[in-house]
Every structure is written in structure tokens, then in C-alpha cells.
């Protein structure tokens, strides 16, 4: 009878495996894939100090990122990209104390490669953060892979979803588009695909009325991530670009349901029980949406909303971080400050 030899041991793996609710708006004014092209971009052991440029700036986990490595000494520039004069002017106020230079800021409201050029130019690293609520993003994004393909851009990274794949969602096939886009370029990049930002919950609102307020069943399971821990992966990422090429992060921090969410703020408020009410989606559509092709985007994910969440796991958060995930009860010590007030005040700790 024949010995079949043993098996060789495991190589190590490569990577491991893989209203209430407000919507995500900007801070107020206070993949190289294996392809051809493997030689496109530069080695960065060649390119120190280097040319950071975030695009999409004004949201909340851009502004973390950009005030956490703003002054870094790897950097020697810092650009920022908006996507429409309002985004460029409220950056401009934003980050007058990181950059200095003007013309380090740059508006690009369509696929219109020229601007394009003059703001990717010589830029070694490019964190793309899309926009909200604007119905041609997709080919503005596209034609941004385009030319950092063109000028020879070192790393391109992307914030993208929480499985894309899930075709019925909007938001989600537009990113899945630029996501393989992006894989086909040859570029350098890693993609980031998060779940739903614990900060999109109105703490303060809750417990003001002690009411948690949904458009869907409040037993839906969702996952979230702490947009602090994200902001801490992508400075992890940038500062260090090359052990994450071409890996593609789902990034999770805790999956619970909102009955969850409001037992943990209820017990960390001293209330006694809030509340989780049901509103009409289409009331909630109609309150929450800017235009035709916001509300469409809203329309679709709460009627998705209604049967299923979207959910992943935590493992890759971990180990990106090098410890557990921040959860929301410990977001809520950290960002919050309670009174001992009869109405229970709640507001951001300094």
C-alpha cells in the first residue's frame, strides 16, 4: 500500500481573512492588481519626504486624518481635492493651520482631467474619500484613477463600503465600480470598505428625548466602526504603504442591533429606558435627502434596511489595529460627558 507523503506544512497567510440615524455630512466650518503594469509607480524607500494628498476632506474621518498627520514629518506637502467650491472654501477654513500654502488647495467638480493633473501631480499618496449625495462621483473617480495612472502616483487609496457587491444598494454598486477600476489600473492601492460610522448615531438627541427614532426595525443588525479606529488604519496605511498593497480591509468594529445601541446609551445616560420608535421611511426620505438622486440612494438602503442589515466581522479591524475594536459603549466614555442634570445633559468631552 502506498505511503502518501506528508503534507507540507501551511505557508503563513498573507493577510488575515478578510431621525437618530443621521447621515453622513461634512464638518462644519469650525491595488496594484497583478497586471502588466507592475512597474508603474515607485518604490518608496526612494521617495521620503513625501506628497500626501486627501481628497473628499471635509468629512469627519478626513478631518481625524488630516490633523493627526497634517504636521508628520514623512510628509513634505499636504494637498487637499474637493469636489465643489462649498467643499473647497469650508477645507480652506478647516485646515488653515495645517496648510499654509493656497495652492495646496484644489476643486475638481467634474471628470475634468487637466484639474485633475495639476492637483495629482507629484502626489505619492492619495487617500480618496467620495462624496455624498452627488449623482456623478462615479466618473469624477474614475477619471481620478485615470490620471494618478497618467502623472505616476505611488498609492492610491480608497474608502469604499462594506461589501459593495450588494447590487440592490446604490451607493454600494457605485463603489463597486470604481473599486474595479481601480483593481484594473495598475496602481499601487489598498481598498478600505467600513462599515456604517458609530458617530452617524445623534447621541445627544437621544437622550435629550429619550427617544431612539428609525425608519427601519430597530432589530436590524447593522455593523459599525469607530471613526477614530478608522482614521488610525488609514494613517497606519499611509505612513506605510507597502505592506498593504493591493489588500482589500473590511473594516468592522462591533455588529449589534440599534436595541442594542440604545440599551448602551441608556445605561451610560442614567436613563432609565429609551425609547426605540418607528418613523414613516417616506417621511424620513423626504426630511434627510438634498436631491433626486440623494433621496433615491436613502430610499433604497432603508427599504433594504427593513428585512436586512449589512454585516461583516471584526477580525481584520483587530489585527490593523493591534487591539479589540472600539465598541459603542466605550465610544460613548470617551466622546461623551454626562451631567448628573435631571434632564441627563450629554455633550462631546473635550
Same mark, same amino acid.
Given at each position: 500500500?502506498?505511503?502518501?507523503?506528508?503534507?507540507?506544512?501551511?505557508?503563513?497567510?498573507?493577510?488575515?481573512?478578510?431621525?437618530?440615524? !443621521?447621515?453622513?455630512?461634512?464638518?462644519?466650518?469650525?491595488?496594484?492588481?497583478?497586471?502588466?503594469?507592475?512597474?508603474?509607480?515607485?518604490?518608496?524607500?526612494?521617495?521620503?519626504?513625501?506628497?500626501?494628498?486627501?481628497?473628499?476632506?471635509?468629512?469627519?474621518?478626513?478631518?481625524?486624518?488630516?490633523?493627526?498627520?497634517?504636521?508628520?514629518?514623512?510628509?513634505?506637502?499636504?494637498?487637499?481635492?474637493?469636489?465643489?467650491? !462649498?467643499?473647497?472654501?469650508?477645507?480652506?477654513?478647516?485646515?488653515?493651520?495645517?496648510?499654509?500654502?493656497?495652492?495646496?488647495?484644489?476643486?475638481?467638480?467634474?471628470?475634468?482631467?487637466?484639474?485633475?493633473?495639476?492637483?495629482?501631480?507629484?502626489?505619492?499618496?492619495?487617500?480618496?474619500?467620495?462624496?455624498?449625495?452627488?449623482? *456623478?462621483?462615479?466618473?469624477?473617480?474614475?477619471?481620478?484613477?485615470?490620471?494618478?495612472?497618467?502623472?505616476?502616483?505611488? *498609492?492610491?487609496?480608497?474608502?469604499?463600503?462594506?461589501?459593495?457587491?450588494?447590487?440592490?444598494?446604490?451607493? *454600494?454598486?457605485?463603489?463597486?465600480?470604481?473599486?474595479?477600476?481601480?483593481?484594473?489600473?495598475?496602481?499601487?492601492?489598498?481598498?478600505?470598505?467600513?462599515?456604517?460610522?458609530?458617530?452617524?448615531?445623534?447621541?445627544?438627541?437621544?437622550?435629550?428625548?429619550?427617544?431612539?427614532?428609525?425608519?427601519?426595525?430597530?432589530?436590524?443588525?447593522?455593523?459599525?466602526?469607530?471613526?477614530?479606529?478608522?482614521?488610525?488604519?488609514?494613517?497606519?496605511?499611509?505612513?506605510?504603504?507597502?505592506? *498593504?498593497?493591493?489588500?482589500?480591509?473590511?473594516?468592522?468594529?462591533?455588529?449589534?442591533?440599534?436595541?442594542?445601541?440604545?440599551?448602551?446609551?441608556?445605561?451610560?445616560?442614567?436613563?432609565?429606558?429609551?425609547?426605540?420608535?418607528?418613523?414613516?421611511?417616506?417621511?424620513?426620505?423626504?426630511?434627510?435627502?438634498?436631491?433626486?438622486?440623494?433621496?433615491?440612494?436613502?430610499?433604497?438602503?432603508?427599504?433594504?434596511?427593513?428585512?436586512?442589515?449589512?454585516?461583516?466581522?471584526?477580525?481584520?479591524?483587530?489585527?490593523?489595529?493591534?487591539?479589540?475594536?472600539?465598541?459603542?459603549?466605550?465610544?460613548?466614555?470617551?466622546?461623551?460627558?454626562?451631567?448628573?442634570?435631571?434632564?441627563?445633559?450629554?455633550?462631546?468631552?473635550?
Amino acid at each position: 500500500m502506498p505511503v502518501r507523503a506528508p503534507d507540507s506544512p501551511p505557508h503563513p497567510p498573507q493577510r488575515p481573512p478578510q431621525s437618530s440615524l !443621521r447621515s453622513p455630512r461634512p464638518v462644519s466650518s469650525h491595488t496594484v492588481a497583478q497586471s502588466r503594469t507592475l512597474s508603474i509607480a515607485p518604490s518608496f524607500t526612494e521617495i521620503k519626504p513625501r506628497t500626501l494628498l486627501v481628497a473628499g476632506a471635509t468629512g469627519r474621518k478626513a478631518n481625524l486624518l488630516i490633523n493627526s498627520v497634517g504636521s508628520h514629518e514623512a510628509f513634505k506637502s499636504l494637498r487637499i481635492l474637493s469636489f465643489s467650491e !462649498r467643499g473647497d472654501a469650508s477645507a480652506q477654513m478647516m485646515y488653515a493651520h495645517v496648510i499654509k500654502n493656497p495652492r495646496s488647495f484644489f476643486c475638481v467638480d467634474s471628470p475634468d482631467h487637466k484639474a485633475l493633473r495639476k492637483a495629482l501631480q507629484d502626489v505619492d499618496i492619495l487617500f480618496y474619500n467620495p462624496p455624498s449625495g452627488d449623482r *456623478h462621483w462615479v466618473a469624477t473617480a474614475i477619471a481620478t484613477i485615470s490620471v494618478a495612472k497618467e502623472v505616476g502616483v505611488g *498609492h492610491f487609496i480608497f474608502c469604499s463600503v462594506l461589501h459593495p457587491q450588494l447590487s440592490k444598494l446604490i451607493h *454600494h454598486a457605485d463603489k463597486l465600480q470604481v473599486e474595479e477600476s481601480l483593481i484594473e489600473s495598475g496602481l499601487n492601492y489598498t481598498l478600505l470598505q467600513p462599515g456604517i460610522p458609530m458617530q452617524n448615531v445623534d447621541v445627544r438627541s437621544i437622550v435629550s428625548t429619550s427617544q431612539y427614532t428609525l425608519p427601519y426595525p430597530h432589530t436590524t443588525l447593522q455593523s459599525f466602526i469607530d471613526i477614530h479606529d478608522l482614521a488610525l488604519v488609514v494613517r497606519k496605511i499611509i505612513l506605510n504603504p507597502e505592506p *498593504h498593497n493591493r489588500a482589500t480591509y473590511q473594516l468592522v468594529g462591533q455588529t449589534c442591533s440599534h436595541e442594542d445601541i440604545a440599551r448602551d446609551i441608556g445605561v451610560y445616560s442614567n436613563k432609565a429606558e429609551v425609547e426605540c420608535v418607528r418613523v414613516d421611511r417616506r417621511d424620513f426620505v423626504g426630511d434627510g435627502s438634498t436631491n433626486e438622486y440623494e433621496a433615491d440612494v436613502l430610499d433604497r438602503v432603508l427599504l433594504y434596511y427593513e428585512r436586512r442589515g449589512v454585516t461583516g466581522n471584526s477580525n481584520v479591524l483587530r489585527w490593523l489595529l493591534g487591539r479589540s475594536p472600539t465598541t459603542f459603549s466605550v465610544m460613548l466614555h470617551r466622546d461623551y460627558q454626562v451631567s448628573d442634570c435631571s434632564d441627563a445633559y450629554i455633550g462631546m468631552a473635550e
